[in-house]
């Protein structure tokens, strides 16, 4: 596709359940990001892949939050024993290369609900 | 820690009008500043600010930035409705990945007829 897709758009969960949220970056970006934004806040840098090389997990807020990228295609976020304080928009961003322009692309976002 | 602050939090104005929004931060090893808009869900890019003094410019929309006093503004002159959306600051530091950009909290413009 021309931009960066993310599913689902919306997800409604239970308290304790378990949820993945995707991101398919621009073909060709090699490095993937993934942003958290509670309602009314900024963007909170959650994790960072580049390439083949070792992802940067310095913001994942607890051990329930974990990503897996395949190479340098689609990238999956997990969230496991999900907390409302979890309910927020999660962002995905690809860029060409980590070599520094300021351009992310962002997706839509996939906004989270846990009752 | 790294920090990004933005005023104001929310602005309401008439088409024609100019706003300027302000973004001040404090960051270990500055690298630049940018600026993103956020209409609805997806922030898109606006300029990329790495050197003092120097202003951006694209179209009605136009920032600088001063790196002595840590902080940066955006101009948006005959404001339209279009203009609606959050506008969101973020620095990035110089470490050794590049990649954690630091954002602000957003102001959100709302450009009334």
């Known amino acids: 596709g021309a931009g960066v897709s993310q599913s689902p758009s919306n997800k409604v969960t239970e308290k304790g359940k378990d949820v993945e949220l995707r991101c398919d970056p621009i073909?060709?970006?090699?490095?993937l990001y993934w942003y958290r934004q509670r309602l009314g806040q900024g963007l909170e840098f959650l994790i960072y892949?580049?390439?083949?090389?070792?992802?940067?997990k310095s913001g994942l807020p607890s051990d329930r939050f974990s990503a897996e990228r395949t190479g340098e295609s689609v990238s999956t976020l997990t969230i496991q024993r999900t907390q409302q304080e979890d309910s927020a928009v999660y962002l995905c961003?690809?860029?060409?290369?980590?070599?520094?322009?300021?351009?992310?692309?962002f997706g839509e976002g996939s906004r989270l609900t846990v009752l | 820690e790294d920090k990004v602050v933005q005023s104001p939090l929310s602005l309401v104005v008439h088409e024609g009008d100019t706003v300027t929004l302000n973004c001040s931060y404090e960051v270990t090893n500055f690298r630049s500043l940018l600026w993103y808009k956020q209409e609805k869900k997806a922030p898109t890019f606006l300029f990329m600010l790495t050197s003092s003094g120097i202003e951006k410019k694209s179209g009605r929309l136009s920032s600088i930035l001063d790196k002595k006093e840590l902080f940066s503004i955006l101009n948006i002159t005959a404001t339209q409705t279009g203009d609606s959306a959050v506008y969101l600051c973020a620095v990035v530091p110089r470490n050794n990945y590049g990649q954690n950009f630091v954002f602000g909290p957003g102001t959100r413009l709302s450009a009334l007829p």
């Open positions: 892949f580049q390439g083949n090389s070792a992802p940067d």
């Open positions: 073909s060709g970006h090699t490095a």
């Open positions: 961003a690809s860029s060409l290369t980590s070599g520094f322009t300021g351009e992310l692309f």
